[in-house]
């Protein structure tokens, strides 16, 4: 028997998605449904559609059987439930502390150097960040790394989402007495790109982007509500064109009127689907220094088979490039060659050198090219600003 085929939702044939497809009625019959206890029979408990782990989970995963029980559970939590798992003790608050203290001692450092540090989502000056912070804790105090990463849960619910092979990056946030929320967003990757960016991927796209990533944040510090801690909207990962949706008035307000804050204490752990939309709170206490820190766990798959030297191959085209343009090549022959020959990605980069300048993301090794063709630098200008690039996005720690 032939399938039926797939009603397209607009004359795109449903490959590309747009803002026309955000509607708000259709993301509220999304997100307005209950979590249901009986569907997870491994959580403590569901509070405000947010599901609690960690009363029984020891024992839970203690045989391998259990572990995938566990594991499968998680899976469908963060796709098909409200995409978001608390993880209550889930650190030690001693080890906890200990980390605490390296990243606020890092940070002060960086502080007394001049280095200025900014957030993607939340206004300059509301809180500080430590990015690079796993390497710079691996370097400064290994016992304290190994004490804090040897933690399974971090293992746990990162192998549920993306199986084995994944890297972790750890990038602290400390919203300060007084801080004010972020506006409500999805991560990286889709979400950290502006909407004419973003609009270009096609819809299997956005689909996929949610499973390359899984997003988690650890209590350093209690937490209570007055504090800030993030707020969430239960369900909204399931919304198919919520990338398009960021920004619009209507779902903000609604995000607004609508989202989960739930208090935390030191040592708990959230993970939660990067499409879900999401924001740190405003800091409306006068001395609590709110600390997290953000671990994005990446799949091992968001990487090519061969390496290639894309600096040295910008570097040997660029001369041809120029006289081509000169020539009147069309440009978009060029574009085409830029975007075989050049990095188009602006991640990984070291966010304490190569910074965003009014805009989400720091410019990318392809944009650099083509900037410098369409501005027609010389071959020397373009080598050095190129070469400064490349040191930029390298680590900042010295072997």
Not at 160 to 181: E, F, K, R
Request: hydrophobic residues 40%; aromatic residues 8%.
């Amino acid at each position: 028997m032939t399938a039926a085929p797939v009603r397209p939702r607009s004359g795109s044939f449903g490959a590309w998605l747009t803002r026309d497809d955000c509607n708000l009625q259709d993301f509220r019959a999304v997100v307005e449904v209950e979590t249901d206890a009986a569907d997870y029979p491994h959580a403590d408990r569901v509070e405000r559609g947010v599901l609690f782990y960690g009363e029984t989970l020891a024992d839970d995963v203690a045989t391998p059987e259990g572990r995938r029980a566990v594991q499968a559970e998680l899976a469908y939590a963060l796709m098909d439930g409200p995409g978001i798992v608390v993880f209550k003790k889930a650190f030690e608050p001693a080890v906890v502390d200990r980390a605490t203290a390296v990243i606020t001692s890092l940070i002060e450092e960086q502080k007394s150097r001049g280095v200025q540090t900014g957030d993607h989502f939340a206004k300059p000056g509301s809180n500080d960040r430590l990015w690079s912070a796993l390497e710079k804790l691996a370097v400064t105090d290994p016992e304290t790394f190994v004490d804090y990463f040897a933690n399974d849960v971090v293992n746990l619910v990162s192998v549920a989402w993306l199986g084995p092979n994944y890297q972790i990056v750890s990038d602290p946030n400390v919203v300060n007495p007084g801080g004010t929320a972020q506006t409500a967003h999805r991560d990286y990757h889709l979400g950290f790109m502006d909407l004419d960016l973003a609009g270009q991927f096609p819809a299997h796209v956005h689909r996929l982007s949610p499973v390359l990533t899984l997003q988690g944040a650890v209590a350093h510090v209690d937490m209570p509500v007055e504090t800030g801690p993030t707020m969430y909207l239960p369900h909204s990962q399931k919304y198919e064109p919520g990338y398009m949706a960021i920004g619009l008035p209507e779902f903000q307000e609604y995000f607004e009127q609508n989202y989960v804050q739930l208090p935390l204490e030191k040592g708990d752990a959230v993970f939660f689907n990067p499409a879900l939309l999401h924001g740190a709170g405003t800091n409306r206490t006068t001395d609590v220094k709110r600390m997290a820190n953000l671990l994005q766990v990446s799949s091992a798959f968001g990487r090519a088979m061969g390496t290639v030297d894309t600096e040295r191959v910008s570097e040997a085209l660029y001369a041809t490039l120029r006289a081509r343009k000169a020539a009147g090549a069309p440009e978009k022959d060029l574009q085409n060659v830029v975007a075989a020959a050049a990095e188009g990605y602006a991640f990984p980069t070291n966010l304490d050198r190569d910074k965003p300048v009014g805009r989400l993301t720091p410019e990318s090794q392809a944009e650099l090219v083509w900037r410098a063709l369409q501005e027609d630098w010389d071959e020397q200008a373009f080598t050095a600003e190129l070469a400064a690039q490349t040191e930029r996005r390298r680590s900042s720690l010295a072997r």
